[in-house]
């Protein structure tokens, strides 16, 4: 259900006429997923780019974090499957 949301919105973002702007956030590591949202949207992808390290340390910072989950794992997962793209606009 959460994804079908996530489309509905998209494509209303897509095809919304008027819109000066709007932020999506989404956990795209992937040069394919920012690609089609950049093109779907037609816009630009700010990537907020943190090392490991910064991850993993703010991680263990938040008492409000799930304990359950395996942070770690989930982080270096996702810098794992991260792809560069020469358009995306870089925040450390």
Known sequence: MALSMRDAALSYLATCRGLKTAWVIDTAATLARRTSLREQLNADVILLLPTIETCISRIENDQNRDRTIDWRRLIK????????????IIIN
């Not at 499957?81 to 995306?88: G, I, L, N, Q, T």
């Open 77 to 88: 997962e996702w810098f794992s499957k991260y792809e560069p793209h020469h358009a995306d």
